[in-house]
C-alpha cells in the first residue's frame, strides 16, 4: 500500500515528468475527475482516460498501490476535505455568513501568530540555527502542505550557503534517515503531530542514528508529542480549527530564517 495520498502522487508525478506519456496523460484525467474515481470501475476509468484498462493497471502499480481497489480506497480517503480541513460550522455557513466567517479566521490567524512569539524563547531560536550551522546534514520532512514549506526553507537557506536537504514522498525520507549521519539536525513539520504516527518507521530511524530532532507543531500535549524532549519542540500556534495554524507555521519558519539571516549568514 502506498505511504502517500494519492492526489500527493498524482501531483508529483506530473510535475516531475518532461516527457509527456500515456501515464502522464492518465494522471492528469484523473486529477481533473478526482472525485470520481471512487465510483468507477477499471472499465470505466479507462474510458475516461482514453486508455485500456490495461494501461490503468499498469499506472495504479506505477503509482505505489497493490490492486485497482487500494488505489480508489486510498482516493476515497482524500476526498474529506470538509471534514479535515475546515470545521463543521464553516463548512455549513450560509452565504451572508461569510463575513463573519473570515473575521473569525483572521481573528485566529492572529490569535496564532501572538502565541507563537509568545512561546518561542530566543533559546531555542539559537539552538535551532546554531545546529542548522554546525552540522553536517539538515533535513527538513513534513507531509502535504508542509512538503511545501520545506522548499522554502530550502531555497531560503540556500541563499546563504546552505545546503538543507528535503524528502517528499515517503520512500525518499525513510532512504534520507537511513542515510543521516550523528551529527546532523532533523526538522520535522506537523501541525498536530501527524507526522510522528503516519511516519512513525522514519522517526525510529532517526532516533536510532542519534541525530538531533527539531519538531514544529502546534500539537503539544498529543501523546506521540510527549515523546519529544521540551526542548526539541517548537509550538507555532494553538488552533487549527480551519487551516489557520498553516500560517503559523510559516510565520515560526520566518523567524527562524530571518534569525539565521542576522546571526549566522556571513
Do not use: W
Request: hydrophobic share 40%; with cysteine.
Amino acid at each position: 500500500m502506498a505511504h502517500d495520498s494519492l492526489m500527493t502522487r498524482l501531483f508529483r508525478y506530473v510535475n516531475s515528468q518532461n516527457k509527456k506519456d500515456t501515464n502522464h496523460d492518465i494522471a492528469v484525467s484523473l486529477l481533473r475527475h478526482y472525485n470520481e474515481i471512487p465510483d468507477k470501475t477499471i472499465n470505466e476509468l479507462a474510458d475516461m482516460c482514453y486508455a485500456s484498462p490495461a494501461s490503468i493497471s499498469r499506472f495504479v502499480k506505477t503509482m505505489g498501490f497493490d490492486s485497482f481497489q487500494d488505489f480508489k480506497e486510498t482516493c476515497r480517503n482524500t476526498l474529506q476535505i470538509n471534514s479535515t480541513d475546515y470545521s463543521l460550522k464553516t463548512v455549513k455557513s450560509d452565504r451572508n455568513e461569510m463575513s463573519e466567517i473570515f473575521n473569525r479566521y483572521t481573528k485566529d490567524v492572529i490569535s496564532n501568530i501572538i502565541f507563537a512569539k509568545e512561546t518561542l524563547e530566543y533559546d531555542q531560536l539559537e539552538d535551532v540555527c546554531s545546529s542548522i550551522r554546525e552540522s553536517d546534514r539538515i533535513l527538513v520532512l513534513g507531509l502535504e502542505f508542509s512538503t511545501l514549506l520545506s522548499q522554502h526553507i530550502q531555497s531560503r537557506f540556500a541563499l546563504m550557503n546552505k545546503y538543507v536537504e528535503v524528502a517528499l514522498s515517503y520512500e525518499e525520507q525513510i532512504e534520507a534517515a537511513k542515510s543521516m549521519t550523528e551529527n546532523s539536525t532533523v526538522i520535522i513539520l506537523s501541525l498536530e503531530g501527524g507526522f510522528i504516527y503516519r511516519r512513525e518507521d522514519v522517526v525510529k530511524v532517526l532516533r536510532e542514528k542519534n541525530v538531533k530532532i527539531i519538531l514544529i507543531t502546534m500539537n503539544g500535549v498529543n501523546k506521540v508529542v510527549n515523546e519529544f524532549e521540551k526542548k526539541q519542540i517548537i509550538l507555532c500556534g494553538k488552533s487549527n480549527e480551519n487551516t489557520e495554524g498553516r500560517i503559523a507555521l510559516l510565520y515560526i519558519i520566518e523567524i527562524i530564517i530571518m534569525y539565521y539571516l542576522i546571526y549566522y549568514s556571513y
